[in-house]
């Protein structure tokens, strides 16, 4: 891991945009990537497509993960350029109606971890499951060679309320799942899916070393729009503070 990346998650200030796993439209991929960069993003989530990785590898300086639900997706993302690796996403699956058990997700970690043995690997726990089997599954994955596990849950969650009361109760599975699991696995847990500049301090004061956000960036259309998304979000982790584990 990238020493920058490493420190980011040690002062839980981490801050991953995520451009979509489905999404591999060079144009909307660069803007998303560019806003991430200019706004003080600590890392992009793009897709594991190679001549993907290419591109956005030579307009932006920052950190590239590219997600992926094929293991035989990543080796040539990472020759491409991609630094870190991430199993999931699923976010975007889920409305199709496919859906990712505990063994499948494990499996997919053990094949991902025997292609590709040393780069940094996160790996998403699915909201789907109860959260106690979330725990079981994210310690399951630690030992498995996962080197950081990604909470989810806003495309579970309906908000009952506008405002702030709404971004609140979007946010509250993929924070309960942060809560949960940043206490029994060692690794940094970032919490992703459904969260605002308004939550983002509630996923680090519940045990998360970083956020993901994508929709909040990804779903805008106006480049200074999309910075100021970005801004508002690394104010936010930067206001934020650690909660003391017990």
């Keep these: 891991m990238q020493l920058k990346l490493q420190q980011a998650f040690a002062h839980s200030k981490a801050l991953k945009v995520i451009s979509g796993l489905n999404q591999i439209d060079v144009e909307k991929v660069s803007a998303v990537s560019l806003a991430a960069e200019r706004g003080g993003a600590t890392f992009v989530d793009i897709a594991a497509d190679p001549n993907l990785v290419a591109h ?24 491409a350029g991609a630094d870190l690796i991430e199993i999931g996403n699923f976010d975007s699956f889920y409305a199709q109606g496919r859906r990712f058990e505990a063994k499948e997700v494990l499996a997919l970690t053990h094949q991902t971890r025997a292609l590709l043995p040393d ?19 994210a310690e399951a994955l630690v030992k498995a060679g996962a080197d950081l596990i990604q909470t989810e849950g806003g495309t579970s969650s309906q908000p009952k309320n506008a405002g702030t009361l709404g971004l609140i109760e979007k ?23 459904g969260l605002s500049s308004v939550t983002v301090p509630m996923a680090i004061a519940s045990g998360a070393s970083g956020v993901g956000v994508g929709s909040a960036i990804n779903q805008l259309n106006d480049p200074i729009a999309m910075v100021a998304s970005v801004r508002s979000l690394v104010e936010a982790l930067e ?8």
């Design 56 to 79: 956005v590898r030579k307009i932006i300086s920052l950190p590239i993960c590219v997600s992926a639900v094929e293991p035989e997706l990543f080796p040539k993302a990472v020759e």
């Design 119 to 137: 780069i940094t690997l996160s790996v998403t726990v699915p909201h789907i499951l109860p959260l106690d089997e979330q725990v079981d599954l």
């Design 171 to 193: 946010a509250a599975p993929t924070l309960a799942a942060a809560y949960s699991i940043s206490r029994a696995v060692s690794v940094p847990v970032l919490c992703a899916s």
């Design 239 to 246: 206001n934020s503070s650690v909660t003391v584990r017990g």
